[in-house]
């Protein structure tokens, strides 16, 4: 099992960018793949956003954020990243870290570790 925590989210202004951050830890969290996904308002589920696997040199993204958001971890912190440029209102969601053993994956149901998720909201 592995414990996840977020943050770095917040409220900015169209265009701009945030970080959010996620800590990992418990039984050997470098070793498992890492996921961002996003819950937007009214959405019944949560949507899938970036992925990379255990040693960061495999990344996946969702065609939405390609050229914008860019995912990345350093394992010696047991940290995973999500940093966000060019956002857009429609940005807005909660976003949440989720972690999987071995390879990455795009499906919510895939991961079995969830983060309790951050707030990120872009106003126009």
């Known amino acids: 099992q592995v414990q996840l925590v977020e943050s770095g989210g917040g409220l900015v202004q169209a265009g701009g960018s945030l970080r959010l951050s996620c800590a990992a830890s418990?039984?050997?969290?470098?070793?498992?793949?890492m996921g961002w996904f996003r819950q937007a308002p009214g959405k019944e589920r949560r949507e899938f956003v970036a992925?990379?696997?255990?040693?960061?040199?495999?990344?996946n993204y969702a065609d939405s954020v390609k050229g914008r958001l860019a995912i990345s971890r350093d394992n010696a912190k047991n940290m995973a990243y999500l940093q966000m440029n060019s956002l857009k209102p429609q940005d807005t969601a909660i976003y949440y870290c989720?972690?999987?053993?071995?390879?990455?994956?795009?499906?919510?149901?895939?991961?079995?570790?969830w983060g309790q998720g951050t707030q990120v909201t872009v106003s126009s």
């Open positions: 418990g039984r050997a969290p470098s070793s498992y793949a």
């Open positions: 989720a972690a999987r053993p071995y390879n990455i994956e795009s499906a919510p149901p895939e991961y079995p570790n």
């Open positions: 992925a990379i696997n255990w040693s960061g040199g495999t990344t």
